[in-house]
């Protein structure tokens, strides 16, 4: 069966770090983008960040700029999001998706991804 499973996420103190991972089952990640999109407890499900597969190009989303890491471990089919200096507003669920095109549209439409993970959970408090 096609996966995608995230870990990672607890509690933290505002600056503190966390990493995040998300594992694929059934498939290869080299040949999809993958990205990280969070929700907020009453707030829209927003894109965070998103690595390519043909070239390795990174996004961020202007408010986790400079603070958070996108990184793909091939060998470990994995894809990880270091996530430094953390502020309460990133509390939120996290999820990593799949995109088979390789590149990073779901940011914007998230009608792009193919395979979600199931979440997990990310609060920043002190």
């Known amino acids: 069966q096609l996966q995608l499973v995230e870990s990672g996420g607890g509690l933290v103190q505002p600056g503190g770090s966390l990493r995040l991972s998300c594992a694929a089952s059934?498939?290869?990640?080299?040949?999809?983008?993958i990205g990280w999109f969070r929700q907020a407890p009453g707030k829209e499900r927003e894109g965070v960040s998103c690595?390519?597969?043909?070239?390795?190009?990174?996004y961020y989303t202007d408010s986790v700029k400079g603070r958070f890491t996108i990184s793909r471990d091939n060998a470990k089919n994995t894809v990880y999001l270091q996530m430094n200096s953390l502020k309460p507003e990133d509390t939120a669920v996290y999820y990593c998706?799949?995109?088979?095109?390789?590149?990073?549209?779901?940011?914007?439409?998230?009608?792009?991804?193919?395979?979600w993970g199931k979440g997990t959970l990310v609060t920043v408090s002190s």
């Open positions: 998706a799949a995109d088979w095109s390789g590149l990073c549209s779901m940011i914007r439409s998230e009608s792009m991804v193919n395979y």
């Open positions: 059934g498939f290869t990640l080299d040949y999809y983008a």
């Open positions: 690595i390519s597969s043909s070239d390795g190009t990174t």
